[in-house]
């Protein structure tokens, strides 16, 4: 059973198109994260959900629009795909906001965006 | 404002030799550590996590890491590595954020054991 699974693994596609990638858990957490892994490694964090309430929203153009429909799935909407889209995309959740910060985080495997 | 430091982007390493991974953290309150390893084309997977207690925290696959407070740091060994430990490791802190709290990653440490 995946904890946290994520659609499509690999997306490549022309700029300007939009395109969708979705993440479902079913660890029963009430958080979930949206972060962008660029081509040096380099992690970071762009959105996050508590309970499909927006929490976390990073510096991040307005062109991602991320959807949590319910508390176990997380969607990331990419409008006008750029060049510099081209990055590796993980989803992850965790147990909740009242961890305090403690709680790990369970990553999904990934989804390859290739812009060309 | 909290941030982390990986001192090494990468690391060769014989099989079955010690490694240690280092890792700086800066920041003005208490924090909570983590070491995550990405596995190649894998999402990230915990490894271990300081919150409290116990400088020494031990976690999966024989690593275990020191948390050192006056020295600000959090590095992460093995006395032992195998072929199978080649991966991409990340030091991570919490930062409060708004009333949560997020990671802040370290820009990774790439583990290469050579046999």
């Known amino acids: 059973d995946t904890a946290v699974s994520q659609t499509p693994k690999y997306l490549v596609t022309q700029m300007g198109n939009d395109k969708s990638i979705k993440c479902e858990q079913n660890?029963?957490?009430?958080?979930m994260y949206w972060y962008k892994q660029d081509s040096k490694k380099f992690l970071k964090i762009m959105f996050s959900?508590?309970?499909?309430?927006?929490?976390i929203n990073e510096t991040v153009p307005n062109r991602f629009s991320p959807k949590s429909p319910d508390k176990a799935h997380l969607n990331l909407h990419i409008n006008s795909l750029e060049l510099g889209d081209s990055a590796v995309y993980f989803c992850a959740s965790s147990q909740g906001v009242a961890s305090g910060g403690t709680d790990t985080q369970y990553f999904g495997p990934g989804t390859r965006l290739t812009v060309l | 404002a909290q941030s982390v430091t990986q001192l090494d982007s990468q690391v060769p390493v014989f099989e079955e030799a010690p490694v240690e991974l280092r890792c700086n953290y800066s920041s003005s309150v208490s924090v909570y550590l983590f070491w995550y390893v990405q596995y190649p084309n894998q999402g990230l997977q915990l490894l271990l996590k300081y919150l409290s207690g116990s400088t020494l925290v031990k976690g999966i696959n024989g690593f275990e890491a020191e948390f050192n407070k006056s020295q600000t740091s959090f590095h992460l060994r093995k006395p032992s590595v195998h072929i199978s430990d080649t991966a991409e490791y990340f030091c991570?802190?919490?930062?409060?954020?708004?009333?949560?709290?997020?990671?802040?990653f370290g820009a990774g440490t790439r583990l290469a054991v050579h046999p």
């Open positions: 959900y508590n309970n499909k309430e927006l929490i």
């Open positions: 991570a802190v919490n930062r409060a954020s708004g009333g949560y709290n997020k990671l802040i």
């Open positions: 660890l029963g957490h009430d958080t």
